[in-house]
C-alpha cells in the first residue's frame, strides 16, 4: 500500500513538475517570438544602405555581393545560401543585373528554396525600363542612378518590408518618408542645375554604359566604350565610337568607374587629349568609411563630379 502511494505521489511530482516547466517555458518563448527581427537579405550594397535608412537597428540585414564586387557575375559562397535560407526577405535589382549571364541568382533563390514575387521582391519592379542599345530585348539594369527610380526602389522594399513585420510598419514608413525626401531634394537640384551647362558640353564619356537613365535624369548624353561589363571591353570598333562621338562634341573631360580598369579610358585620354576626371560609382557603394560609402553620398559623389568635369571646373 505505502509503495503505492509513493508511486502515485512521484507521478503527481513529475506531472506537476512538467506543467510548471511548461508555464515558465511560455513567456520565454513569446519573448523570443516578439523580439524576432526582420531578417533581409540584399544581393548588393546599394539596395543593403537603401534598406538600412528603412529599418535601422529593426532588422537583421545582410548583403550578398560585397562592396567593389561587380554584381553583373558572381559565385555565390555558403554562408549567402545559409543567410538567403533564413531569410524573411529577399530584395534584387531585378532588370535582368542578377539573373543575367550566368544566372547565378536564379540558382541561389533555387538552392533557397525561396520564391520570386513572394518572398524575392525585384526593388526596380516600379521603374520603367531602358534597354540596351546593342541588344533592344535586354533590359539596361542600372535604373539606381537616377535618384528618382532609387526612390522607387526605396519605396517598393519599404512596402514590402511593412507587409513582413507590421508591427513596426509605422517606424518602416517614418523612415521611409524622411529618407525620400532627402534623395528627392539632391535629385531636384541637381537637375537644375545641369540644365545651365551649354548642350554640346554634356557629353558624359564613361567606360561602360550604365549611365543612360543618369542621363536621362539630368539632361546630359551617354557616350561609352562598352555596353555592359558582361561583354567584350576596348574592342577597336568600340574605341573609334566613342572617339568619333567625342570629335563632334565640346566634352571637357572623361570619367572611369571605380569598378574597372582605367586601361581603356587612359587610351581614350591619350588620343584625345582630355583628362579624366574623376572616378565615379555605378555598380557598388565605396567602403564603409570613404566618400561614397552610402547611396546618397555615392549619388552625391556622382552628380557633383560629373558637373564638375562637364563644366571643367
Do not use: C
Not at 513538475?17 to 511560455?26: K, T
Not at 541561389?108 to 530585348?137: E, R, W, Y
Amino acid at each position: 500500500m505505502i509503495k503505492k502511494v509513493i508511486t502515485v505521489l512521484a507521478a503527481w511530482i513529475v506531472i506537476v513538475g512538467g506543467v510548471f516547466w511548461f508555464i515558465h517555458r511560455q513567456p520565454a518563448t513569446q519573448t523570443t517570438t516578439q523580439n524576432h527581427k526582420l531578417r533581409v537579405v540584399t544581393t548588393n550594397s546599394i539596395l543593403e544602405d537603401m534598406v538600412h535608412n528603412i529599418g535601422k537597428d529593426r532588422i537583421e540585414l545582410y548583403s550578398i555581393v560585397k562592396r567593389g564586387t561587380d554584381p553583373h557575375e558572381y559565385d555565390p559562397r555558403p554562408q549567402d545560401v545559409s543567410k538567403t535560407s533564413a531569410a524573411d526577405l529577399v530584395f534584387h535589382n531585378g532588370l535582368n543585373l542578377e539573373t543575367g549571364g550566368s544566372g547565378w541568382f536564379k540558382k541561389l533563390v533555387q538552392t533557397s528554396h525561396k520564391t520570386f514575387g513572394k518572398d524575392v521582391i525585384s526593388a526596380s519592379s516600379q521603374v520603367k525600363a531602358l534597354h540596351l542599345t546593342t541588344n533592344v530585348n535586354e533590359k539596361d539594369p542600372h535604373a539606381w542612378l537616377d535618384l528618382a527610380d532609387g526612390i522607387k526602389y526605396v519605396q517598393t522594399m519599404s512596402k514590402a518590408m511593412q507587409k513582413a513585420d507590421p508591427k513596426n510598419a509605422k517606424f518602416y514608413q517614418r523612415n521611409t518618408k524622411t529618407y525620400v525626401a532627402k534623395l528627392q531634394k539632391l535629385h531636384e537640384t541637381a537637375q537644375l542645375k545641369f540644365k545651365d551647362i551649354p548642350s554640346k558640353q554634356r557629353l558624359l564619356v564613361t567606360s561602360e554604359g550604365a549611365f543612360k537613365y543618369f542621363s536621362k535624369a539630368y539632361h546630359v548624353t551617354p557616350a561609352y566604350i562598352w555596353e555592359i561589363n558582361t561583354e567584350s571591353q576596348g574592342t577597336p570598333a568600340q574605341m573609334r565610337s566613342v572617339l568619333k562621338k567625342i570629335d563632334h562634341s565640346d566634352v571637357k573631360s572623361l570619367f572611369v568607374e571605380s569598378s574597372v580598369s582605367p586601361k581603356s579610358m587612359q587610351k581614350v585620354a591619350k588620343s584625345t587629349g582630355l583628362k579624366i576626371h574623376a572616378k565615379i560609382f555605378t555598380d557598388s557603394l565605396a567602403s564603409k568609411g570613404s566618400t561614397g560609402d552610402t547611396y546618397y553620398t555615392m549619388m552625391k559623389w556622382n552628380l557633383d563630379q560629373i558637373y564638375g568635369g562637364l563644366t571643367n571646373n
